[in-house]
C-alpha cells in the first residue's frame, strides 16, 4: 500500500508524465469528446496541486487518480445534461407573442385545475401535500409541525399524488413541468 505524505511539484509532475494520457482516454470513453476529457484530467491534476497540503491517498495512485477521473466525468455528464435540459426548455418557452399568450392561458387554466384538483383532496392530504410541494418542507419537517409520523406523512403524500395524477390526467405532462420550472431546475 502506498501512502504519499504530501505531493511534491516532483511527484505530480511525474503522475502528469505516467497517468495523463491513459486518464485522458478513460474520460474520452465516457464523455466521448476529446477536448472535454482532456479538460477533466487537467482540472484533476490542478486541482491536486491545490489540494496538495490537505490530501493524503492511501493505496494505489492509480486507483485514485482513474476513481477522481471517474467522478468528475459522471460530473461533467450530469452537468451537460441539466444545461440541455434548460435551454430546451428556454427555447420551448421563448415563443412568439401570440404564442405566449396562448401560453400564458393554458398556465392560468392549469393552475386553476391544480387548485381545484388539490381542493378534492382529503384536508389533511391536503395539508400534507401543500407542506411538502408548495411550502417545500421534507416529510420530517412535516411529521414535525403536525405531530404525526413520518410513515403517515408518506402515506398522505402517496394518496395526495395518486389522486393528483387522476384529477390531472390530461394536464400531467404539463404539470410536470410547472412542477420543474417551480423548482427552478
Same mark, same amino acid.
Given at each position: ?44 491534476? /490542478?486541482?491536486?496541486? &491545490?489540494?496538495?497540503?490537505?490530501? !493524503?491517498?492511501?493505496? #494505489? @495512485? ?6 477522481? $477521473? ?34 400564458? /392561458?393554458?398556465?392560468? &387554466?392549469?393552475?386553476?385545475?391544480? !387548485?381545484?384538483?388539490? #381542493? @378534492? ?6 395539508? $400534507? ?57
Amino acid at each position: 500500500m502506498e501512502l504519499v505524505e504530501a505531493i511534491t511539484s516532483q511527484t505530480l509532475e511525474a503522475w502528469f508524465n505516467q497517468y495523463y494520457e491513459p486518464l485522458a482516454r478513460y474520460a474520452f470513453t465516457m464523455v466521448k469528446r476529446q477536448e472535454e476529457a482532456e479538460d477533466i484530467v487537467q482540472k484533476l491534476f /490542478i486541482k491536486l496541486w &491545490e489540494k496538495r497540503k490537505e490530501l !493524503e491517498i492511501t493505496g #494505489q @495512485t492509480k486507483s485514485y487518480l482513474y476513481s477522481a $477521473v471517474h467522478n468528475a466525468s459522471l460530473n461533467h455528464l450530469n452537468s451537460a445534461a441539466r444545461k440541455n435540459y434548460h435551454r430546451e426548455v428556454e427555447e420551448d418557452y421563448s415563443l412568439s407573442g401570440s404564442e405566449r399568450t396562448d401560453s400564458g /392561458i393554458e398556465s392560468k &387554466e392549469l393552475e386553476q385545475t391544480i !387548485e381545484l384538483a388539490m #381542493q @378534492t383532496l382529503p384536508p389533511k392530504c391536503r395539508e $400534507v401535500f401543500q407542506l411538502s410541494r408548495q411550502e417545500r418542507l421534507s416529510y420530517k419537517e412535516i411529521a414535525d409541525q403536525l405531530n404525526i409520523s413520518t410513515k403517515t406523512v408518506e402515506n398522505q403524500m402517496g394518496k395526495a399524488l395518486k389522486l393528483m395524477r387522476t384529477a390531472l390526467q390530461e394536464y400531467l405532462p404539463a404539470f410536470i413541468i410547472h412542477i420543474l420550472i417551480l423548482r427552478g431546475w
